[in-house]
């Protein structure tokens, strides 16, 4: 995940304060202050920093600027370090449902390898049957293949079929309700098809097809 990009803000020549995005800030300061940063501090230089946030990935980035610019003036500072700390709860938790399914993954091959040593050893205690021949047509109607089953649809399949029948996205709430699954497996799932970037989230819980 790279997470070379700040959130900064600037104050104007005027007053006013400017928030932006870059992955070098000396170097966007120094844009800003020779007129060819923002249309904004074009006309209200020098400018001066006055805040910006830990390194983040760009979306992430893209976020909080939203987030900041949304409020008054007097509120962007507060609200650039109230940002960043929500961002920063939100990778954790997603860090703790990835360790859970990590956990889950691994009790289900221990399960799965000791099935299949105890169906070994069973195979090799069990005496072996005479094999008779069958009469041609009876074999050949046997070899003939059978229709193939439609598969069966996994949980991941039905979280993924609600969010792309979705135009405006779907949230998790609906999704819990729509499939029946617990918030926590509902989590889960997006977390791993955002990972496999076959969602996006325009929004804070709200999903739509990438």
């Not at 600037?10 to 006013?16: A, E, F």
Request: charged fraction near 35%.
């Amino acid at each position: 995940m790279n997470k070379n990009w700040i959130v900064y803000l600037v104050q104007c020549s005027d007053g006013s304060l400017y928030c932006g995005i870059t992955n070098n800030l000396e170097k966007r300061l120094s844009a800003h202050n020779s007129g060819t940063g923002a249309k904004y501090t074009r006309s209200r230089r020098p400018v001066e920093l006055v805040g910006a946030s830990s390194k983040l990935t760009k979306n992430d980035a893209l976020k909080l600027e939203y987030r900041v610019k949304k409020v008054p003036a007097v509120k962007k500072i507060s609200e650039l370090k109230k940002g960043e700390g929500t961002m920063a709860k939100d990778i954790e938790k997603d860090l703790m449902a990835l360790n859970e399914e990590v956990k889950a993954v691994a009790k289900r091959i221990e399960d799965l390898t000791e099935m299949i040593g105890n169906l070994g050893k069973a195979e090799s205690t069990k005496p072996k049957a005479v094999k008779k021949k069958a009469p041609a047509k009876k074999k050949a109607a046997a070899e003939k293949p059978s229709p193939k089953k439609p598969a069966k649809k996994t949980d991941r399949d039905i979280v993924l079929g609600f969010i792309q029948r979705t135009k405006k996205g779907i949230n998790t709430a609906t999704l819990v309700k729509k499939t029946g699954f617990n918030q926590k497996k509902v989590a889960n799932i997006v977390f791993q098809l955002k990972k496999q970037r076959k969602i996006q989230s325009p929004e804070k819980g709200v999903y739509s097809k990438a």
